[in-house]
C-alpha cells in the first residue's frame, strides 16, 4: 500500500494489472490442474483497474457526486480474484441506479479503513447517500517501511515467516487488544458519520456492532480463497433487501 496526497491505496495507482494480492499467476498455474475441466476461470482473464488514488473502480472526478454511496472494505470488497463487474459494489451501484466509489484494498486493516474513511468524509464536500463497511479481521494493521516511505499490510499470514508477529497476535488475542481496537473504533466512526451505516461481516467474525449482515461465502474467486460470483451476488441481493427496509 501506498500514501497518496489525500488518501491510501494500492500500489498499483493509475495501472491496469493482470495479478493482485492472493490471485498471482503462480497460483493460478499450481490450481490448473487440479480444477475441472468446466471451471469459469480456465477461459476468463481479470483485470484490476487502479484509479489515481489505487483504489479499483473510477476516479473521484468521474463520480457523481450528488448521487453516490461509500464502501470500504477489505480485499472481499475490492473483489480480489474476480471480475470487478461481478463484485457485489458494482452489482449493488447498478441496481440502485447511482454512482459509488470504493475504498477497499486488499490486505487492509482497520486503521487504513478509517483512515480513508474518515478523510473521505473531511475532504470529499458532498455525503454519500449511505455508507458500507465490510469488517476486515481486526489483527490486521498497516507496518510502516521507511526504506520505501510505503505501508505494508500485515496479517495473521505475517506470522508463518515472523517469530515476532507470532508473539504479537498471540499476546494480542489474549488480552483483549484487538477486540478493544475493533470496538472503538466502530463507536469512533458511528459517532462520527451522519449519513446511514450499513456493515458488513464474514460469518465466522463475532462484531460488535448490533447487527451486521453476514457476507457468506458460497463459493471461490479465481483465487481459490476469496469470495467468488454467486458469493457477491447473495451479498449483493441481501444488502438490496436491508436497504429496502430503511427507504
Known amino acids: 500500500m501506498k500514501i497518496y496526497d489525500k488518501f491510501i491505496g494500492d500500489d498499483n495507482a493509475g495501472n491496469i494489472v493482470k495479478y493482485a494480492g492472493s490471485d498471482t499467476l503462480e497460483d493460478l498455474e499450481r490450481n490448473l490442474p487440479h480444477t475441472p475441466e468446466d471451471w469459469y476461470y480456465k477461459n476468463i482473464d481479470i483485470t484490476y483497474d487502479f484509479n489515481e488514488y489505487g483504489h479499483r473502480c473510477k476516479s473521484i472526478k468521474n463520480i457523481d457526486l450528488d448521487n453516490y454511496v461509500l464502501l470500504t472494505g477489505c480485499s472481499n470488497t475490492a473483489g480480489c ?10 452489482l449493488l451501484g447498478k441496481s440502485l441506479n447511482c454512482d459509488y466509489y470504493n475504498l477497499s484494498l486488499i490486505g487492509t486493516g482497520l486503521d487504513v479503513l478509517e483512515y480513508n474513511l474518515l478523510t473521505w468524509l473531511n475532504t470529499v464536500e458532498k455525503k454519500p447517500k449511505f455508507i458500507i463497511i465490510q469488517w476486515p479481521d481486526p489483527t490486521r494493521f ?3 517501511d521507511k526504506e520505501r516511505d510505503n505501508l505494508i499490510p500485515v496479517g495473521t499470514w505475517a506470522s508463518k515467516k515472523n517469530d515476532h508477529y507470532k508473539k504479537f497476535f498471540a499476546s494480542g488475542d489474549m488480552s483483549g487488544f484487538f477486540t478493544a481496537r475493533r470496538h472503538l473504533i466502530t463507536r469512533l466512526l458511528r459517532q462520527v458519520i451522519t449519513v446511514p451505516i450499513y456493515t458488513i461481516s464474514l460469518s465466522n467474525l463475532v462484531t460488535s456492532d448490533h447487527y451486521s449482515i453476514p457476507y457468506r461465502i458460497l463459493d471461490r474467486a479465481r483465487d481459490l480463497y476469496h469470495p467468488g460470483i454467486k458469493s457477491h451476488e447473495a451479498l449483493h441481493k441481501l444488502l438490496l433487501e436491508n436497504i429496502a427496509i430503511n427507504i
Open 81 to 90: 480474484g474476480l471480475e470487478y463487474e461481478k463484485s457485489y459494489p458494482y
Open 142 to 144: 498497516a507496518d510502516y
